[in-house]
């Protein structure tokens, strides 16, 4: 069942959705070469912590940190730790807060130093694709079609989306329905309505869209060792279209 939310629910949900964003603003400014993934959790969790929230992922399914830390090959659910960044690298950001009972989540991808001419690309056609599915976000518009147009954007470019992960309704629990694949067919799937909430998420590889997970349960990599990106926002479904959550302050 897809729930929709009300307008004192999505009152929290902004506020968490605003700690997210800004906690993405703090991180942008502390990725740099010689920084550890594990700083970044640090930084992430004190300043969620100080706005009166806690991270949504730490102790989720027993995940034992705050953020999701994925660097280059790595496409999801990186565990921050001793690992030190360096020039050329890059490195996905994971990020959900929980605010009065009610959860914000978003993923960004980024740069560390200067990185390559095919990193940069993959990360503005991720980028791209993540808007070209926002886009179409209103009332009315079967689900699969905003897949769809995430799929177009990222295969058109000479790309691969990943299939076994999948973008998530959102709202008391971290996961909700419905399932929102990065790949179908176009008007298919449940129609929005207003007060539907989405964490949308494309996930894609330079290379074959592949993956497994590592043997300690969590990382997941690319199959063939090519580098990936991971670009999500939460997004309501409003009268009109939609209104992004994950919006910081600054902005």
Same mark, same amino acid.
């Given at each position: 069942?897809?729930? #929709?939310?009300? =307008?004192?629910?999505?009152?929290?949900?902004?506020?968490?959705?605003?700690?997210?964003?800004?906690?993405?603003?703090?991180?942008?400014?502390?990725?740099?070469?010689?920084?550890?993934?594990? =700083?970044?959790?640090?930084?992430?969790?004190?300043?969620?912590?100080?706005?009166?929230? &806690?991270?949504?992922?730490? +102790?989720?399914?027993?995940? /034992?940190?705050?953020?999701?830390?994925?660097? %280059?090959?790595?496409?999801?659910? +990186?565990?921050?730790?001793? @690992? &030190?960044?360096?020039?050329?690298?890059?490195?996905?950001?994971?990020?959900?807060?929980?605010?009065?009972?009610?959860?914000?989540?978003?993923?960004?991808?980024?740069?560390? !130093?200067?990185?390559? $001419?095919?990193?940069?690309?993959?990360? $503005?056609?991720?980028?791209?694709?993540?808007?070209? +599915?926002? =886009?179409?976000?209103?009332?009315?518009?079967?689900?699969?079609?905003?897949?769809?147009?995430?799929?177009?954007?990222?295969?058109?470019?000479?790309?691969?989306?990943?299939?076994?992960?999948?973008?998530?309704?959102?709202?008391?629990?971290?996961?909700? =329905? /419905?399932?929102?694949? %990065?790949?179908?067919?176009?008007? @298919?799937?449940?129609?929005?309505? /207003?007060?539907?909430?989405?964490?949308? $998420?494309?996930?894609?590889?330079? !290379?074959?869209?592949? &993956?497994?997970?590592?043997?300690? %349960?969590?990382?997941? &990599?690319?199959?063939? +060792?090519?580098? #990936?990106?991971?670009? $999500?926002?939460?997004?309501?479904?409003?009268? %009109?279209?939609?209104?992004?959550?994950?919006?910081?302050?600054?902005?």
């Amino acid at each position: 069942m897809i729930i #929709c939310k009300s =307008e004192a629910e999505l009152g929290f949900m902004r506020e968490a959705g605003r700690i997210v964003a800004d906690t993405h603003r703090l991180l942008a400014r502390a990725i740099k070469p010689g920084v550890t993934t594990g =700083e970044l959790d640090k930084i992430a969790e004190d300043y969620i912590r100080s706005q009166g929230a &806690v991270p949504s992922f730490k +102790g989720y399914n027993q995940f /034992p940190a705050s953020i999701c830390a994925s660097v %280059n090959d790595e496409l999801v659910h +990186g565990i921050p730790g001793p @690992r &030190v960044l360096n020039e050329g690298d890059i490195i996905s950001v994971d990020i959900g807060a929980q605010y009065n009972g009610y959860h914000g989540d978003s993923a960004w991808t980024y740069g560390v !130093g200067r990185i390559s $001419e095919d990193a940069r690309r993959l990360l $503005e056609v991720t980028e791209k694709s993540l808007y070209a +599915g926002l =886009e179409l976000v209103k009332p009315d518009v079967r689900l699969y079609t905003i897949s769809h147009a995430i799929q177009q954007a990222v295969e058109q470019a000479g790309m691969s989306i990943v299939r076994e992960y999948v973008g998530h309704g959102i709202g008391a629990s971290l996961h909700e =329905e /419905p399932q929102i694949p %990065n790949y179908g067919v176009p008007d @298919r799937g449940p129609r929005l309505k /207003p007060g539907m909430v989405l964490a949308i $998420e494309p996930m894609v590889v330079l !290379g074959e869209r592949y &993956v497994r997970t590592l043997q300690d %349960n969590w990382t997941v &990599v690319t199959v063939d +060792g090519t580098w #990936c990106a991971h670009f $999500e926002h939460t997004v309501a479904v409003t009268e %009109n279209g939609l209104e992004i959550l994950t919006r910081s302050s600054a902005t």
